[in-house]
């Protein structure tokens, strides 16, 4: 079943159009990236030296902190595909930290 999109949606060919045409891009952009550093702060505390984790784990922190940290030149880029104005934009595509087969 296709969505039901409302009369008044206007669609870009990509996000970098979006950037240059609509004022509500930037909002968007600049609100994923907070999102994103709030992310990336829970993640901090693995980095410390006097916690204790185990390599596979701090690995898997490493490479998250990576991916999010790329996510928005990719996003900008247009290598992701999505739809900027999900409302469950993070859920669907944001990169997943899974810990102990659970997600942080």
Known sequence: MQEK???NLIEFNGIKEGMRVCY???RKVEYLREERNELLKATDYYLLLDIVIDENKLNAVKIYRQVFRDFMNKLLNEEIECK???EEFDKKYFP???LDGAET
Request: glycine letters at 0%; zero cysteines; charged letters at 25%.
């Open 96 to 98: 997943k930290l899974i």
């Open 84 to 86: 900027m104005f999900d």
């Open 5 to 7: 999109q409302p009369d």
């Open 24 to 26: 509500h891009y930037p």
